[in-house]
């Protein structure tokens, strides 16, 4: 627990907080700042905020790069940067299944759909068939011998 991650923790909770237009201001005030761990990480959130719009695979780039940097003020934020990556890593996984599900799910009505066609087309074949009058029956003589 070093002395950058209270501060951090707060920025979290302060995102939350926070309008979809107001991300969005963040964001640029983010982007204009000079490039280090403690930004890199306010970046990282931002870019894994639910409310804004969402990258990331970028988050996670900015996340690694704290994790490999030997600052010490990144050292410090590196177990912030651990949570989010779990976090992160384990959300792309899960919308991947998801993506995955629902290209399943558009393959299968896809699929439910041709064979309705094929049989509404089997159904108009047997409308146009001539109507057969059922076979006489053998007249016999009733089945004794």
């Known amino acids: ?25 963040e964001r640029s005030v983010l982007a204009a700042l000079p ?14 905020h639910p409310r804004g719009p969402q990258d990331l695979g970028r988050a996670l780039v900015l ?39 629902a290209g399943q799910i558009k393959e299968s009505q896809r699929k439910v759909t041709e064979l309705q066609e094929k049989l509404d087309g089997l159904a108009d074949i047997e409308r146009t068939l001539p109507v057969r009058k059922p076979a006489p029956r053998p007249v016999g003589n009733g089945g004794a011998k």
């Open 35 to 48: 490039p280090n761990p403690n930004t890199h990480l306010r970046q990282a959130m931002l870019l894994g």
């Open 1 to 25: 627990d070093g002395p950058g991650v209270a501060p951090v923790l707060s920025y979290y909770q302060m995102l939350g907080r926070m309008s979809s237009a107001e991300l969005n201001r």
């Open 63 to 101: 996340l690694e790069g704290i994790m490999k940097s030997s600052e010490p003020s990144a050292v410090n934020l590196n177990f912030v940067a651990k949570m989010l990556i779990d976090n992160y890593s384990e959300r792309q996984k899960l919308e991947l299944s998801v993506d995955r599900q």
